[in-house]
């Protein structure tokens, strides 16, 4: 039987779960807003408390919280500018200042994308020192999500709108920042950055139960583990789902050398990772760039599969961009210092794709289609090319050839006078397959006259041993 004392601490703790009007973190001051859309704004408050929403850009929203306490608001926004400011009415009222319509990017990945301005501890971001100096800028705000693993999603993360200045920039995501600076750069719009990564982290960890689950088995922790970034959803639970109502711009992804042993699986994974997240944020046609994993000493499989995958999903998937890293990679450093170098070749992409900068080289040439010759070599064709391929007065290297065998051979290499490149090898006369830097760390040596690099690739779909 319920005592009057125990009911009275029952009917406290009650109340204390509604507690008054509260937004989560991702509404505080200095946040950026998505510019010209109907954006979600939503928290807490008692159980069928009037909720009204007002911002002084002379748009309002009202609502009801339900009778769990929750609700959520659509209201418009202008385009680029502010600052603004917004004020939330319930059982109390919450006011936020400096508030900027522009863009909003969000950002992820592993460590590749976690890797702040600064560096990490000897493992250096080539010009950081001046970038972080330099960083100074109102219009380009910053929001690390905190890691938080979690056993079941959930509806809040730990954060902080900041504006770019030398104390914050060089603790924020390298790659995600110079993306920001080139938008803000060339624009002259705000630009809101939100990262959201976790180093070392598998691709399955990032994607919902029911998604994954239709391509593999799900092994659900109990309890979390020592290094819950392997493991199943548990980064999706705890640091996506709860920002998944954020209206936004697109997505950044840096992410795919922890699961270069099941690349396999990557090739169905990643592209349902990408609808997965488009369908949660309700936009089909969210804007995704990301990138592809830079030349590395790896012991054991060929990364160039995982590479592979990535490139696939550039036909798998509408929408889609990828940065190649052929030329910046480093035998000895899974960590490329050239950050500046990726961020800005995302930002090409974002500037072509999604904000009209016609006539500007976004991708580094990807292979179309192969011709065998007469005289017993292969022709090989590119898109993003049209401007032709050059190898900046260094010999095409790292170009392989096979016949109905199945071994490859070096192979000599041009680019002739048609812009295709001519592969042969007098080992091979009769050739069927060619392949390039398709190993774990090989030299890019093909690039478009932008001076972007060719991806790795191969014409063959043969069964490889290295993948078993």
């Known amino acids: 039987m319920m005592t009057r004392r125990t009911l009275a601490f029952a009917l406290l703790f009650h109340t204390a779960l509604f507690a008054q009007l509260e937004l989560p973190p991702l509404f505080n001051d200095h946040m950026v807003l998505q510019q010209k859309e109907m954006v979600s704004i939503w928290g807490t408050d008692h159980p069928n408390t009037a909720i009204t929403v007002v911002g002084n850009w002379n748009e309002s929203a009202t609502t009801t919280a339900d009778a769990n306490g929750k609700w959520k608001v659509k209201l418009k926004t202008t385009e680029a500018g502010g600052?603004?400011?917004?004020?939330?009415?319930?059982?109390?009222?919450?006011?936020?200042?400096?508030?900027?319509?522009?863009?909003?990017?969000?950002?992820s990945g592993q460590s590749n994308m976690e890797m702040p301005l600064k560096g990490f501890r000897s493992q250096p971001v080539t010009g950081s020192n001046e970038a972080i100096l330099n960083s100074t800028n109102n219009k380009i705000r910053l929001f690390t999500v905190k890691r938080n693993p979690s056993l079941v999603p959930v509806d809040t993360v730990s954060g902080a709108w900041l504006k770019s200045h030398p104390l914050t920039s060089?603790?924020?995501s390298a790659v995600a920042y110079f993306f920001g600076r080139k938008l803000n750069d060339v624009l002259d719009i705000p630009i809101g950055l939100i990262g959201v990564s976790w180093g070392g982290s598998s691709i399955e960890t990032w994607m919902d139960k029911?998604?994954?689950?239709?391509?593999?088995?799900?092994?659900?922790?109990?309890?979390?583990?020592?290094?819950p970034q392997r493991a199943h959803t548990l980064l999706y639970n705890g640091m996506i789902h709860p920002i998944q109502d954020y209206t936004n711009k697109g997505f950044l992804w840096y992410q795919g050398e922890s699961n270069r042993?099941?690349?396999?699986?990557?090739?169905d994974l990643f592209p349902a990772m990408i609808e997965q997240w488009r369908t949660q944020w309700g936009q089909e046609n969210l804007p995704f760039y990301y990138v592809q994993i830079a030349p590395f000493g790896y012991r054991g499989k060929n990364a160039a599969y995982i590479r592979e995958a990535q490139l696939k999903a550039m036909n798998?998937?509408?929408?889609?961009?990828?940065?190649?890293?052929?030329?910046?990679?480093?035998?000895?450093?899974?960590?490329p210092p050239e950050k500046r170098v990726v961020g800005e070749r995302l930002a090409y992409w974002?500037?072509?794709?999604?904000?009209?900068?016609?006539?500007?080289?976004?991708?580094g040439p990807v292979y179309e289609k192969m011709e065998k010759t007469d005289d017993g070599k292969i022709n090989l064709f590119f898109n993003y090319s049209d401007n032709g391929l050059i190898s900046f007065d260094k010999a095409l290297a790292g170009f392989t050839i096979a016949g109905e065998d199945r071994i490859f051979y070096p192979a000599t290499a041009i680019v002739n006078r048609t812009g295709a490149v001519t592969v042969s090898s007098e080992m091979v006369p009769n050739p069927v397959a060619v392949r390039y830097a398709f190993e774990s760390c090989p030299e890019a040596t093909l690039f478009n006259i932008e001076g972007l690099p060719a991806s790795s690739f191969r014409t063959d779909q043969w069964e490889h041993e290295e993948n078993n």
């Open 83 to 107: 600052p603004y400011m917004l004020t939330v009415r319930g059982s109390s009222e919450v006011v936020f200042n400096d508030i900027l319509m522009g863009d909003v990017w969000i950002c």
């Open 170 to 172: 060089k603790e924020f």
């Open 210 to 227: 029911e998604t994954l689950s239709q391509y593999k088995t799900v092994d659900l922790a109990e309890a979390i583990p020592d290094s």
């Open 261 to 267: 042993m099941n690349s396999d699986d990557y090739l």
């Open 316 to 335: 798998a998937v509408k929408h889609v961009g990828m940065a190649v890293t052929l030329d910046i990679g480093d035998c000895q450093y899974i960590h």
């Open 350 to 363: 974002a500037l072509a794709k999604d904000y009209g900068m016609d006539g500007i080289a976004y991708s």
